[in-house]
């Protein structure tokens, strides 16, 4: 099994553009999540879904957006780059929501973007 | 909303020194609670988890946790660090009472950057 995989690792962004994150697990976990990663701030969660079609907002959803077709691919989109959006993103999955069981979040390598 | 923190940002030791990082959650109820790793360069892996059970779990690479309800803490140790241990480690938490905002969602302590020297 890849795991996760995010795509694409680095991207440099323009003030004002958009793009989009890619995701896939290949373990057949419902659960999926998106966070970005600040220094001194530890991950915070920015979308998450419960599976196909199901998604939710986190503790920061504001200028970007998700789809969940399918139980694999977990897309992030950022609509009108900021500079604020400068950051780590990581994507997670897990076969329960983290709630239960003691579910354990299996994350992908990271896409470092910076917005200039 | 539940909160983590984790006391230090930084922690520099030389390698065969004892580690303990501590972490701090201010959820009265029943929750599950995490350690993550990430070593340079890389993405974030699990160390170790509790969620019932024995508090004192142990994980991989000699990393154990005590779980103390009565202090709201889940510090981590390693008796013997090496210079491979050079990494930064995070503290998540998640609500177990459904209906809560934060059931199903972990949330994270801001980290703390281990540095071991050799």
């Known amino acids: 099994n890849a795991g996760v995989t995010q795509t694409p690792k680095f991207h440099i962004l323009k003030i004002g553009q958009s793009m989009t994150l890619q995701c896939t697990q290949d373990?057949?976990?419902?659960?999926m999540y998106w966070y970005r990663q600040d220094p001194g701030m530890g991950l915070k969660l920015i979308y998450y879904?419960?599976?196909?079609?199901?998604?939710d907002k986190g503790e920061v959803p504001n200028g970007y957006n998700v789809s969940r077709s399918t139980t694999e691919d977990f897309p992030l989109r950022l609509e009108l780059a900021a500079p604020s959006q400068t950051s780590v993103y990581f994507c997670?999955?897990?076969?329960?929501?983290?709630?239960?069981?003691?579910?354990?979040?299996?994350f992908g390598p990271g896409t470092r973007l910076t917005v200039l | 909303a539940q909160s983590v923190s984790q006391h230090n940002h930084h922690v520099i030791l030389s390698e065969a020194a004892s580690l303990e990082l501590g972490c701090n959650y201010s959820?009265?109820?029943?929750?599950?609670l995490f350690w993550y790793v990430q070593y340079p360069g890389q993405h974030l892996q699990l160390l170790l988890k509790?969620?019932?059970?024995?508090?004192l779990v142990k994980g991989i690479k000699g990393f154990e946790a005590e779980f103390i309800k009565s202090k709201f803490s889940f510090n981590l140790r390693k008796p013997s660090v090496q210079w491979s241990d050079t990494a930064e480690y995070f503290c998540?938490?998640?609500?177990?009472?459904?209906?809560?905002?934060?059931?199903?969602?972990?949330?994270f302590g801001a980290g703390t950057q281990v540095v071991v020297t050799p």
């Open positions: 879904s419960v599976g196909a079609g199901i998604t």
């Open positions: 998540a938490v998640n609500a177990m009472r459904v209906g809560t905002d934060s059931w199903g969602k972990l949330q």
């Open positions: 373990m057949n976990h419902n659960y």
């Open positions: 997670a999955s897990s076969y329960g929501l983290a709630g239960g069981r003691g579910d354990t979040q299996y």
């Open positions: 509790y969620f019932s059970g024995d508090p």
């Open positions: 959820y009265g109820g029943t929750v599950n």
